[in-house]
């Protein structure tokens, strides 16, 4: 009897072959890309045509913003807080927690009946000030598993998926195990993951668990380490009976990279699906810090990795929802984190900063058409 990740190592060769064929397919697709103006069925209708979700990241403030409020509430079925269900945010101290921005933005999408991912239970970053000194190997566990008990506990059966941990795997770490050396594995070891996840079920049963992930989308041997480190980590979880559900791989692209039309990913998605979990690309956006200052050269190549990237990861029928990093340049992370240095204003989002629909919009409209319903 093979574990999953003994029959894993068998099937990937079965799996990259058969990229092959998708491969002829995938290339006949890009004679076909057409990115002129695609109608005006929004992104959540197209979406919600083949069973997907489309979303976005939001924070709070954005949604005083009446123009942008409407265009996230015609455009998205699905929404995650950007920052309003991080550790930091919700931790004013270790005996006290404050929900009043994330019971707000739940409020928001609730009253609107629009579903709402928790981002994220377990992460190293987005800790608060207190914590370094008063988390130490003796009660980190019981400040882990109380945090995911009280915020999963409060929101259960309100979510429709829980990050329950981020970003745990970093091979420039230099551990023989590639994962991240974060402040909770330093306090408990590599076990705080699988604490994470049941601690995560014992609180909200219904709840689907989701291991998130960067970094695994490039051509390149780094992301392709992170994507076996990831195939691993998954398989132990479930062969050790750990609750976890899904794998949200973030999807926060480089323009002017050379990504090869994704087609990398197709044996890894099949790898991913064949452990019977679903994939959410939880946090896509198109950095353009290194693409020309011209706005239609610009928003063509940003564009079209939009569509590539979605034309492939859409191609897994395991793949049920897709969420932008924000939905309009006027609201984006990398106007600070990845300016220009030409001072242009950056263009990574499906809306422009005046809230119109872009290339970008188009490229996200057209390959949620050519997607296999689910
Ligand atoms: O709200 C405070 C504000 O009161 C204060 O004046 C200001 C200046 O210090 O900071 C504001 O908080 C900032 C927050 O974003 C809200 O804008 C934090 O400093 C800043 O660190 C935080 O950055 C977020 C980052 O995660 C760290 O939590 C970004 O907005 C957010 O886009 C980014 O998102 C992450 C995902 O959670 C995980 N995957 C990677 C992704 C990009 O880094």
Not at 45 to 51: F, L, M, Q
Not at 69 to 97: H, T, W, Y
Not at 111 to 119: A, D
Not at 357 to 368: D, G, H, P
Request: charge should be negative.
């Amino acid at each position: 009897m093979f574990t999953r990740r003994q029959a894993l190592q068998l099937g990937v060769g079965a799996t990259a072959a058969a990229s092959s064929v998708a491969i002829a397919n995938s290339l006949s697709k890009q004679s076909q890309l057409d990115l002129t103006d695609v109608g005006n069925a929004s992104l959540r209708e197209r979406a919600a045509a083949k069973g997907i979700l489309y979303g976005a990241a939001i924070e709070w403030a954005e949604l005083s913003d009446s123009g942008f409020n409407q265009q996230i509430l015609q455009e998205c079925n699905i929404l995650v807080a950007e920052n309003e269900f991080k550790f930091g945010r919700m931790r004013p101290s270790l005996d006290r927690f404050d929900f009043t921005a994330s019971d707000r933005l739940l409020g928001f999408a609730r009253r609107h009946s629009i579903p709402m991912r928790g981002h994220t239970l377990v992460w190293h970053l987005a800790l608060p000030d207190w914590f370094e000194e008063q988390v130490n190997r003796r009660n980190a566990e019981q400040v882990l598993t109380n945090h995911i008990q009280t915020v999963a506990g409060r929101y259960r059966g309100q979510i429709h998926s829980w990050d329950v941990v981020n970003e745990a795997i970093e091979p420039s770490d230099g551990r023989r195990d590639r994962l991240r050396r974060t402040p909770w594995l330093e306090r408990l070891g590599d076990g705080y993951i699988e604490l994470a996840f049941q601690a995560a079920a014992a609180a909200d049963p219904e709840g689907m668990l989701v291991y998130n992930e960067l970094g695994l989308e490039g051509n390149h041997s780094d992301a392709e380490t992170r994507r076996r480190k990831v195939v691993e980590l998954l398989a132990g979880l479930i062969d050790n009976g750990v609750p976890v559900h899904a794998l949200g791989i973030q999807s926060h692209l480089t323009g002017g990279a050379d990504y090869g039309q994704f087609e990398h990913l197709r044996p890894f998605l099949s790898d991913v699906a064949s452990l019977g979990l679903q994939i959410l690309v939880t946090e896509l956006d198109v950095s353009d810090q290194h693409l020309p200052a011209d706005l239609q050269e610009r928003d063509r190549q940003i564009a079209t990795l939009y569509h590539d990237y979605l034309a492939v990861l859409l191609d897994e029928a395991a793949v049920i929802a897709v969420l932008t990093w924000g939905l309009s340049d006027r609201y984006t992370w990398l106007s600070s984190h990845a300016p220009r240095q030409d001072g242009n204003a950056v263009r990574p989002l499906p809306l422009d900063d005046q809230l119109n629909r872009k290339q970008a919009w188009n490229a996200i409209a057209r390959a949620l058409d050519q997607a296999p319903p689910r």
